[in-house]
């Protein structure tokens, strides 16, 4: 499984990646030691040539700027996860950029009102943050709700992507 620490303006983040696509993505890290130690144990260093390696580095340092990049074409390997979170995390990856939602809403457009805690925990081992964007969701009444990385970073990240310009108009 490949693996590469990459350097961003807000630390170091870690990814590992199958054939299949991306498994593993760290919120940034003060140190690259940091970011390696949460990788999944049996990786090796990717060939700082890999195209997906060059690829996601591009879009990490451009979103951590502050540019208006897009993830959802990103491959993603969740073989891992079980169907539930995999749903979660599907229906996650969908939230637009500068928007949120309740843990809640995520639950009924499951098909499963009652399970806004499961999709918290869902949300608590997301394996591809930022991809999977964990930060847009919140509590039903309005709070930040929990976060890996820190409610600080999770409120600079959403205010990071609502300062930043729609991606339609990034491209016109």
């Given amino acids: 499984m490949p693996s590469a620490v990459i350097p961003i303006i807000a630390g170091h983040i870690g990814a ?3 054939d299949a696509g991306i498994c593993t993505l760290t ?6 030691q940091q970011a390696l130690a949460l990788l999944p144990p049996r990786h090796a260093r990717a060939s700082p040539a890999d195209p997906l390696l060059l690829d996601l580095t591009q879009r990490l340092q451009r979103y951590f700027s502050g540019d208006p990049v897009g993830f959802d074409d990103l491959p993603l390997d969740l073989s891992g996860v079980s169907p539930f979170r ?5 229906t996650v990856r969908r939230i637009p ?9 995520i639950a009924i457009a499951l098909g499963k009102p009652g399970a806004a805690r499961a999709v918290g925990g869902a949300m608590a081992n997301n394996p591809v943050c930022i991809i999977v964007p964990c930060h847009r969701v919140i509590a039903s009444d309005g709070r930040l709700g929990g976060f890996g990385g820190g409610l600080d970073m999770k409120q600079r990240l959403l205010d990071r992507e609502r300062r930043a310009p729609a991606l339609a108009q990034a491209s016109a």
């Fill in 86 to 90: 995999r749903a979660v995390l599907e």
């Fill in 97 to 105: 950029r500068g928007h949120v939602r309740p843990y809640r809403d």
């Fill in 27 to 32: 919120l940034p890290q003060a140190t690259p």
């Fill in 16 to 18: 590992a990646w199958t």
